[in-house]
């Protein structure tokens, strides 16, 4: 079993910065995947973000790329989202979620894959 527990979450002004955090409990950081979803007030929720195992792959929702950066520190267990030039349309709940077995390459962003999901943190934006 896998807890994930996000924190960092706020309000911004547009332009600025928020950076998210997401704790993982109890699994073989050798075979999991992390991702950040996200889901804004109407609408699907959406893939933002994945990091593989090793840290040394990573993939990008094309409205984020070159303004977010997900990283991750094995050695804490922890995933994060580095959100800069934040927009409006940023606002939303962001979720991390992990799977195990099956690295990020395959359906980074398939939703039905990922059986460990936190409560989400939410990422208000203002203009």
């Known amino acids: 079993q896998v807890q994930l527990v996000e924190s960092g979450g706020g309000s911004v002004q547009a332009g600025g910065s928020l950076r998210l955090s997401c704790a993982a409990s109890a699994y073989t950081r050798s075979t999991i995947c992390m991702v950040w979803f996200r889901q804004a007030p109407g609408k699907e929720r959406e893939g933002v973000a994945a990091?593989?195992?090793?840290?040394?792959?990573?993939y990008y929702a094309g409205s984020v790329k070159g303004r977010f950066t997900i990283s991750r520190d094995n050695a804490k267990n922890t995933v994060y989202l580095q959100m800069d030039s934040l927009k409006p349309e940023d606002t939303a709940m962001y979720y991390c979620?992990?799977?195990?077995?099956?690295?990020?390459?395959?359906?980074?962003?398939?939703?039905?894959?990922?059986?460990?999901w936190g409560q989400g943190t939410q990422v208000t934006v203002s203009s």
């Open positions: 979620a992990a799977r195990l077995g099956v690295d990020c390459y395959w359906r980074p962003f398939g939703e039905d894959g990922y059986a460990y």
């Open positions: 990091i593989s195992a090793s840290g040394t792959w990573t």
